[in-house]
């Protein structure tokens, strides 16, 4: 099959388009042919080695978690799914697995969704890393309850613009920080409170919009760009962090102060394994009108490096997705 491959860690000079092998799905793994591969964060990150703590880097190496297409090949012990399925999953990339950037991908069947109808191969590629990392930092582990106020710092990235639309759809109020050019995409969105952090004191916006603190705090964005958070969020509330890997500061610390201020401190990575039943739930919320998607940009796969340089200068408005096949 065709793929970008890194043959060495490093700038986006490396994603180099050439063949390899293609995979074959072992028990309870589907093989996916790939239309459209999503494009996080996370996988400039990886192309450069920072993954390293969490996974071997074997080369040549495909990058990528989200996938979206058609199920090729069923291995031992697999039901739920035949082959020529509609399917959009995070892969195993995240469990050590070869990447998303390529013609066909693996997946174990507990995190691998049906593709709802109305939902088209680059919407549904988008979804997998920000949606549920979303999902699970908001419900599964920030435990978000109608009718609370809650501050998603980041609200216009990829991540943010499904954390703000979930936390409405769960009956929040919601606040999101964004920058100048993306507040009234953030109000289209339906925020409450956007705070442009380039023109006011988040500090003094949250202290006016929720004077009594906030219930919910995300940060998807990192601790160097918000104010001392604890300060933020009442005692009983829940301050959950996003770990970015470039802007973490000190986690045990931030643990111990969360914990001796009555806030329930959480930092989130996203859990792929079992999460086929939630990407399911949430493509329902999209074709049912309650979640809109963030605007997409596309690039062919042949252009990911292009797509690098985008997502790493840190400011992109919704999501990037490649496109892999006409399928
Ligand atoms: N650990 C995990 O499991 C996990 C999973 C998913 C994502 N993440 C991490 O979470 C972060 C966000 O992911 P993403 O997919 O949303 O990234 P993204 O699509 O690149 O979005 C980043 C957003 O950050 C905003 N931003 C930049 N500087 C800001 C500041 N000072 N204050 C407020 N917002 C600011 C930008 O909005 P403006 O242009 O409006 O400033 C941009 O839209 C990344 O670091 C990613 O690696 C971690």
Redesign the pocket.
């Known amino acids: 099959m065709f793929a970008m491959i890194i043959n060495e860690t490093g700038g986006p000079e490396v994603l180099q388009y050439g063949e390899i092998a293609t995979p074959e799905p072992g028990p309870g793994e589907v093989r996916i042919r790939v239309a459209y591969a999503g494009v996080?964060?996370?996988d400039w990150?990886n192309r450069q080695g920072m993954l390293a703590a969490f996974r071997p880097y074997v080369f040549p190496y495909i990058i990528g978690f989200d996938a979206a297409g058609v199920v090729d090949k069923l291995g031992p012990g697999v039901s739920g799914f035949n082959v020529g399925d509609r399917v959009f999953t995070p892969t195993n990339h995240g469990q050590g697995g070869q990447g998303s950037y390529a013609q066909y991908a693996i997946a174990n069947a507990d995190r691998v969704a049906h593709m709802p109808s109305g939902l088209s191969f680059a919407q549904a590629a988008a979804l997998p890393?920000?949606a549920l990392?979303a999902w699970q930092g908001l419900f599964d582990r920030g435990e978000l309850k109608a009718g609370q106020r809650a501050l998603i710092?980041?609200g216009?990235?990829?991540?943010?613009g499904f954390a703000v639309q979930f936390a409405r759809w769960a009956g929040a109020h919601v606040a999101a920080?964004?920058?100048t050019?993306?507040v009234e995409y953030l109000r289209e969105l339906g925020v409450e409170r956007v705070i442009d952090?380039r023109q006011e004191s988040i500090a003094e916006a949250v202290a006016a919009w929720a004077p009594g603190g906030l219930d919910y705090l995300m940060d998807?964005?990192?601790v160097s760009?918000l104010p001392h958070g604890l300060d933020l969020v009442r005692p009983g509330g829940t301050f959950v962090s996003?770990?970015?890997?470039?802007d973490d500061g000190d986690i045990p610390a931030a643990a111990a102060e969360g914990a001796a201020r009555g806030v329930k401190r959480v930092f989130s990575?996203?859990t792929d394994i079992g999460c086929g039943p939630t990407l399911t739930k949430i493509g329902e919320l999209l074709v049912a009108g309650h979640v809109k998607l963030p605007p997409l940009r596309e690039f062919a796969l042949r252009e990911a490096a292009e797509a690098h340089r985008l997502?790493q200068g840190?400011?992109?408005?919704g999501k990037i997705v490649l496109k892999v096949a006409d399928l």
């Open positions: 996080n964060p996370a990150k890393v920000a990392t710092h980041g216009s990235g990829g991540l943010g920080t964004c920058s050019p993306n952090y998807a964005v990192g760009t996003i770990p970015t890997l470039t990575t996203m997502i840190g400011h992109n408005r």
